[in-house]
């Protein structure tokens, strides 16, 4: 199958290989939370809830006293996929996915100014089509900047891939399945510090350097509209407020 | 929008954004230009002189985001505060807000973060837990408030050591799910009305109590007045209990708004004469809506309470209660649009829905909602013209 059309350079949706996906953010969609957001990529949609800093619920947990508890969890609606997913979580993919993103947003969060506090982070996928992870870890700093918690930096996140000897970015389903390797990456857009590297499949070193520039240039380019989204918000909230 | 869940129609939308629209234009640039995100850089002002930044001994002991101060030879530039931190010598907020400036203070404030205790605050909290000789309460912070049986006025008012009798009596205190107002005005040890504590199961039952005391039921929430003690050294908060200006609040409802939405103002204690309702607007977010009790009554004696004959004669009249809905409501609508709360806004809206005629639960609709933004903003737009034609 060609997943890049020889002739156009066109991608089985539509878009050229550097082309990411449509963005679309919103803040403060859960009432009860202490911040959440939904974040699409085209057609993945993902729902980030945090409560926190709140007091800590399982005191058997808690490892470091001076420092905040970070704990995360992610899962899948049922209707998130094609077929209708029979374990939503506590399979090994979602915690290894609840892992991955909790490193992450703890490299971004300042820790130590919430001592002897836990701050809870819950995602859920909507809509599944590619690129998952990297949806969550955006919703997820969306949350966290909109809960108030004190972050290092915007954590933003991208996967790219290498099909048909291209380096393609924002992989959705159809190209994700194809078997050719996936690298995720996640950084802190400003400080320009790697948080998250992960890739499926075999790439030689310098293709792996092409796509992984592409995927920090997706990366930034997720940065600039997130700070807008937020920076909208946080004015609309102060213009309403008086 | 967070609470309510509205449908609004075509022409309620277009309203609502001309209303909301008109908001934001009142505002002045200025203000709206200190909004930040995270890790956006925030200018600060170094023509004063020229900048050194005296490090001290090993760069990780200063720590980010506390309160560190730049100083340039022999005099201070300025210093930065709470939601900053400092890298490669450039200020960088750590956090979502506006930038304020304190003289040659700089920081960042939150809008929708928890509330930031501070000592001398009033704050509603409730209990979620009895330990040994203190009582933990939830007071939307990031830990739990600590009260102290020592910081409690006994029961008989004698102030003496609290013995292990004592201890095993908390329970007749307070319970679980109680609802304790904190204050933070200087304690005047003046013994507290002991009433029977029914504890509700769930937090629902706080706003559905007014009717459960129709039906004869003995369930009641009372209030507790307490103080914001200082800080332990864990950074949970220590309370205490010794003022009876507050006395017990009973019979009302308890509502949560973020706290951003409650300005620190010398007076959190509202008495609605005209309604015969208590207002208490705590600074946590947790704003209490509930008959007026007076301050200073006689201890009810142990026969009376176990009367409950007694308490059924006692209801609240139904006016009361309803304006005790119609006020809360009031606050519900204009914390979802996120307007400042002050005593006169609530009273203004609960006021103007019943000169429109709406309904008590007609006030959380799409319509009301609407007609809300659009008074605030005339509202606004006058007072700005008063102000520009007054200079």
Redesign the interface.
């Given at each position: 199958m060609e997943y890049v059309n020889p002739l156009t350079g066109f991608r089985v949706d539509g878009r050229r290989p550097n082309e990411m996906r449509q963005l679309k953010a919103e803040v403060?969609v859960v009432?009860r939370a202490?911040?959440s957001a939904l974040f699409e990529m085209g057609n993945t949609r993902v729902i980030a809830a945090v409560y926190?800093?709140?007091?800590i619920q399982n005191k058997g947990q808690q490892v470091n006293?001076k420092e905040?508890l970070v704990r995360c969890e992610y899962r899948m609606a049922e209707f998130s996929t094609g077929d209708r997913r029979r374990k939503p979580k506590g399979d090994r993919r979602s915690t290894e996915i609840s892992l991955v993103i909790r490193q992450t947003m703890e490299a971004s969060i300042?820790k130590?100014?919430?001592?002897?506090?836990q701050i809870d982070i819950f995602v859920q996928v909507l809509q599944a089509d590619g690129g998952t992870r990297s949806a969550c870890i955006n919703a997820a700093t969306l949350a966290l900047?909109?809960?108030?918690?004190?972050?290092?930096?915007?954590v933003t996140s991208c996967s790219a891939g290498y099909l048909c000897s291209t380096p393609l970015l924002d992989l959705n389903y159809v190209e994700d399945s194809a078997g050719g390797p996936d690298v995720t990456v996640g950084i802190?857009?400003?400080?320009d510090k790697v948080t998250l590297l992960q890739m499926d499949a075999k790439l030689p070193m310098d293709t792996f350097e092409s796509v992984m520039g592409l995927a920090i240039e997706g990366c930034k380019a997720i940065a600039t509209y997130i700070?807008e989204v937020?920076?909208e918000?946080?004015?609309?909230?102060?213009?309403?407020?008086? | 929008m967070r609470d309510l869940n509205l449908s609004l129609n075509q022409t309620q939308r277009v309203r609502l954004e001309a209303a909301l629209h008109e908001l934001q234009s009142l505002v002045p640039a200025a203000a709206s230009a200190a909004a930040v995100t995270v890790a956006d850089t925030i200018p600060v002002n170094q023509e004063d002189n020229i900048l050194k930044y005296i490090s001290l001994s090993q760069e990780n002991t200063i720590q980010e985001d506390t309160i560190s101060l730049f100083v340039c030879a022999d005099e201070l530039v300025w210093c930065r505060g709470h939601g900053t931190s400092d890298q490669d010598g450039e200020v960088v907020a750590t956090l979502c807000g506006v930038v304020e400036r304190v003289n040659k203070l700089v920081y960042v404030r939150t809008l929708r973060a928890r509330y930031k205790p501070e000592v001398g605050d009033i704050i509603v909290g409730r209990v979620i837990e009895i330990a040994p000789k203190r009582w933990r309460l939830e007071i939307n912070f990031s830990q739990d408030a600590v009260l102290m049986l020592s910081s409690m006025n006994l029961p008989d008012g004698i102030q003496r050591r609290r013995t292990a009798v004592d201890e095993l009596n908390m329970r007749s205190i307070f319970v679980e799910n109680d609802v304790i107002c904190v204050s933070t005005i200087l304690a005047l040890s003046v013994e507290v009305d002991n009433c029977f504590i029914f504890c509700f199961s769930d937090f629902k039952s706080v706003f559905a109590y007014v009717v459960v005391l129709t039906h004869a039921d003995t369930l009641r929430v009372i209030n507790h007045q307490a103080e914001v003690r200082g800080f332990q050294h864990d950074g949970s908060l220590h309370l205490q209990a010794r003022s009876e200006k507050y006395g017990k609040l009973e019979r009302g409802q308890l509502l949560m708004v973020p706290p951003y939405l409650v300005k620190r103002k010398k007076q959190h204690f509202h008495n609605l004469a005209q309604y015969d309702v208590d207002l208490i607007l705590g600074c946590n977010g947790f704003i209490w809506v509930g008959e007026h009790v007076l301050v200073g009554e006689n201890v009810k004696t142990t026969e009376d309470r176990q009367k409950y004959s007694n308490e059924a004669e006692n209801f609240t009249p139904l006016e009361t209660r309803k304006h005790i809905c119609r006020l809360a409501n009031a606050i519900r609508v204009l914390s979802a649009l996120g307007f400042t709360l002050t005593v006169e806004l609530i009273i203004e809206t609960a006021e103007a829905s019943v000169s429109s005629n709406v309904e008590v639960n007609d006030m959380l609709g799409a319509e009301f909602y609407v007609q809300t933004a659009e008074r605030e903003a005339k509202r606004r737009a006058a007072l700005l013209r008063k102000k520009k034609g007054g200079r």
């Open positions: 403060g009432a202490d911040g926190g800093p709140r007091e006293n905040a300042l130590d100014l919430m001592p002897c506090s900047a909109d809960a108030g918690i004190p972050m290092r930096d915007i802190l857009a400003k400080m700070r937020l920076l918000n946080t004015k609309r909230l102060e213009c309403q407020r008086g | -």
